[in-house]
């Protein structure tokens, strides 16, 4: 999975910008599940799923896909990519949350919020910077 960039190099996938993608793509995956659902049942008439629970889903739904042209850029090695990335998916993962206790949902749509806030906390766990170990300089010369 390398490309040419326009500098002639190879940019190779990295295991944290592969994951991050599929953990997006079910992410994604998810939110058009339920917002499919919940016009399918607000339309057929069904009282299980009130107006405000369908276009709370549509909303969550569109906000996926900029979650994932993010998710692209940092495919793409876009400068700060995941940092836009974290700060979607703390956000996100916060207002699923939130929703899930407010409003008044049926079951399904608070298990979709469980499984979407889920995945996007993973996201997070995946690209959260970590420190590169070191090795004191002094430990070194003592192994000497």
């Known amino acids: 999975m390398t490309r040419q960039p326009p500098s002639g190099g ?16 079910i992410y994604l995956l ?12 607000a339309t057929t008439g069904s009282t299980a799923v ?19 042209v993010f998710t692209v850029n940092v495919w793409r090695r876009r400068p700060r990519a995941e940092l836009r990335v974290r700060v979607i998916a703390i956000i996100l993962a916060a207002a699923l949350v939130v929703t899930a206790v407010v409003l008044p949902l049926p079951i399904w749509m ?35």
């Open 10 to 25: 190879t940019i190779r996938r990295t295991a944290t910008t592969i994951a991050t993608a599929w953990l997006v793509g």
């Open 30 to 41: 998810v939110t058009w599940a339920t917002a499919a659902v919940a016009i399918v049942m």
């Open 50 to 68: 009130g107006a405000e629970a369908s276009v709370h889903a549509v909303i969550l739904a569109l906000v996926s896909i900029l979650t994932l």
């Open 110 to 144: 608070i298990v979709g919020h469980a499984i979407g806030a889920a995945l996007l906390l993973a996201t997070l766990v995946v690209l959260w910077p970590r420190p590169e170990p070191q090795i004191a300089s002094d430990t070194v010369s003592a192994v000497r």
